[in-house]
């Protein structure tokens, strides 16, 4: 049986980054802290609940020109919004008066708008339509990383926790927790994406749907979706576990069906796969995820389809960690020929490694233990690989980022290494 999560001061979670100043998570003791102090002064927040926290070097500084470099950072932006547990969705959204939802936030947000997020505790089962343009995204930001929680909330209306249909839209450092449904619809997605030019970035998105029953319905923790004609974006650095009942395999951790990139992320513990392509998915990018003790660790696939006639092509594999899952890397439905796989470690998956078609093969491949730092296919595995690792220094500088999973930067110096993390 897996071991639960909780999220208390009896059983406080923390991934630690070894040999690193960073922590990956703060502790939920010391963010439920956070949370109930923003909620006790009902409204009144203060400067430091909107401060960056938890994130790299570039994200603290929240400076302008970072750009791309840190998975979290956020470029200055001309318009500022705030939500806090305590505020209200009748005030003007300022830091004096913050707003209360996400939501009210949305509707307020123009192009070229950051909404900071306080930490503390928020109703999910809302929808986003609210778009930048290239010029000027909107930031969605939780000011802590993983401190504004996303819960279901008394009577759930919806099947998404956050269904986002804006373009030019970034979601950052939110913690989607389905763990304890109420009344109402269950959630089978965490965050649902519909837009275009997307990034999804530095989020924690666990045990969604794992109290659902199997349907063809489906679900997934991260869903970019070609339904509404979206394209073109990313799901970077995010960790997903404990996704979908054991053993259906409707359910994966980060489903993409459109064009853009999956890179950076740690995902483990899914019903079926732990990256699943689908629909009218090609033109991507998997590069540098790290996946493990899932049904599948990386379906490249098309079919189902909604505006194309596939195949899924033009998809490249490269970088991954891929292990202990049942099945490794495999290609199903229609796929192209010009699908290519490059540098990944797959090990120890228990049906099979590898399954291509079209006679296509793969390059670079690492066969062995990856000698991971802590790993285990209960509780809270440390999937940072130790330095004797057979991953360090094995990885391609193709598609790699400037940074890792805990938006630390890769080591040009050693080479770039498999899997989410730089050692």
């Not at 059983?11 to 960073?22: D, E, H, I, R, Y």
């Not at 000027?136 to 249909?165: E, Q």
């Not at 493990?292 to 195949?311: E, K, L, Q, W």
């Not at 057979?390 to 980022?401: E, F, I, N, T, Y």
């Amino acid at each position: 049986m897996q071991k639960r999560l909780s999220f208390n001061a009896e059983n406080s979670l923390k991934l630690v980054l070894a040999g690193s100043a960073l922590l990956l998570l703060a502790g939920p003791d010391s963010l439920h802290a956070a949370q109930q102090a923003a909620a006790a002064r009902h409204g009144q927040a203060t400067p430091a609940d909107f401060t960056l926290r938890g994130y790299g070097a570039a994200a603290r500084t929240g400076g302008p020109g970072m750009g791309a470099r840190a998975t979290t950072a956020v470029p200055a932006t001309r318009h500022h919004l705030y939500v806090a547990p305590g505020g209200s969705d009748g005030n003007p959204g300022t830091s004096a008066a913050p707003l209360r939802s996400i939501a009210q936030a949305a509707r307020k947000a123009q192009p070229d708008t950051t909404v900071f997020v306080a930490p503390g505790t928020y109703d999910g089962s809302f929808k986003t339509t609210a778009s930048g343009h290239a010029g000027g995204r909107i930031y969605y930001v939780s000011t802590t990383r993983w401190g504004a929680v996303i819960v279901p909330p008394a009577k759930s209306n919806a099947k998404h926790g956050w269904d986002n249909r804006g373009n030019y839209v970034d979601i950052v450092g939110f913690h989607v927790d389905g763990s304890a449904p109420r009344s109402g619809k269950r959630w089978t997605v965490g965050i649902y994406n519909g837009g275009s030019y997307d990034n999804i970035r530095g989020n924690w998105v666990h045990h969604i749907a794992d109290k659902s029953k199997c349907t063809s319905g489906g679900g997934s923790a991260i869903g970019v979706d070609s339904y509404f004609k979206g394209i073109q974006s990313n799901v970077i650095g995010n960790l997903v576990h404990d996704i979908g009942p054991a053993g259906c395999r409707y359910v994966q951790g980060i489903y993409l069906s459109t064009s853009g990139s999956i890179q950076n992320n740690v995902v483990y513990r899914v019903a079926e796969g732990a990256i699943h392509l689908w629909h009218d998915a090609r033109d991507v990018i998997i590069a540098n995820n790290t996946v493990a003790a899932s049904n599948t660790g990386i379906i490249v696939g098309g079919g189902d389809y909604y505006h194309t006639s596939g195949p899924a092509d033009r998809i490249q594999v490269v970088s991954n960690i891929v292990f202990d899952n049942r099945m490794g890397i495999s290609e199903q439905g229609r796929t192209g020929r010009n699908n290519s796989y490059r540098n990944n470690l797959v090990y120890a998956n228990s049906s099979y490694n590898w399954k291509l078609n079209n006679g296509l093969g793969h390059s670079g491949t690492v066969t062995s233990d990856p000698l991971l730092h802590a790993y285990s296919r209960s509780g809270v595995p440390n999937l940072k690989p130790s330095v004797s690792s057979p991953a360090v220094g094995r990885g391609s500088d193709m598609h790699a980022l400037h940074y890792d999973f805990a938006d630390q930067p890769r080591n040009h110096g050693t080479g770039f290494d498999i899997g989410a993390y730089q050692h």
